[in-house]
């Protein structure tokens, strides 16, 4: 499981990434990754033409302000881990007896994205400027939600300021 610096870290990749960018498409081949809504193409329906206007993370989770009073809530689980780059779909590898509409991604580009770890897409976003958002999850343990941004803020007590400043810390510790 990533720990928060790694999990601060992605955010800040993320941020240099696809902040500002557009949901145009998802792909999925593994439905009980999306927790909310439970349904795939409700799900699909309400991300598209959302655009990412901020994205933070509140202890494990990373956070992602959507337009439209929308927020994108990832938890990365044991295995997953968020890729930005461009795939393309290929036929599945000859072992396996997936079909071919749940597809195989592979990368454009050679290097790091053609890694093992790497190739476990089962989450694919494809963004306003044709680059792709992706979660790798060997395990498939991953957790995508969907959120009008008031219910999130009340369910997890998530707000738009996720850090407190020093002077709160110290009054909290004193």
């Not at 790694?6 to 955010?11: F, G, K």
């Not at 500002?20 to 699909?44: A, H, M």
């Not at 007896?97 to 093992?116: Q, R, V």
């Amino acid at each position: 499981m990533p720990e928060l610096p790694e999990v601060e870290t992605t955010v800040k990749d993320l941020q240099t990434k696809v902040l500002s960018r557009t949901f145009v498409d998802v792909w999925t081949d593994t439905k009980k990754i999306i927790k909310k809504p439970k349904d795939f193409g409700e799900f699909r329906k309400q991300l598209k033409g959302k655009k990412i206007q901020k994205i933070w993370r509140r202890g494990k989770n990373i956070i992602f302000g959507l337009s439209k009073d929308y927020s994108l809530l990832i938890h990365q689980k044991l295995t997953g881990h968020l890729l930005v780059g461009y795939w393309i779909p290929t036929h599945p590898p000859p072992s396996s007896k997936a079909p071919l509409d749940n597809g195989y991604w592979k990368p454009k580009e050679k290097g790091l994205l053609e890694e093992k770890i790497n190739t476990y897409i089962h989450l694919l976003f494809t963004l306003d400027n044709r680059k792709m958002l992706v979660l790798s999850d060997l395990r498939k343990f991953a957790k995508v939600e969907l959120w009008r941004t008031e219910d999130l803020k009340n369910k997890y007590n998530v707000n738009k300021t996720p850090r407190l400043e020093t002077r709160q810390i110290f009054l909290l510790l004193e």
